[in-house]
């Protein structure tokens, strides 16, 4: 997700998407720690759009 389609999410769509992000992350993890994944950059991805997601939604908060 880029940060230009976060921007356009409400509150309640960004608490949604995160808790999907982190659930997602866990998952991956999970997965990776018992079976190498195909495609490691995965976690990565999904660690920067969980970050992204939780940024904006602090940012929100704050003004």
Known sequence: MKQSEVKELSVAELREE???SQQQYRD???AHAITPLDNPAQLRTVRR???RL???LTKRELD
């Open 18 to 20: 995160l808790a999907k």
């Open 28 to 30: 991956l993890k999970m």
């Open 49 to 51: 759009t969980k970050a």
């Open 54 to 56: 939780a940024t904006e």
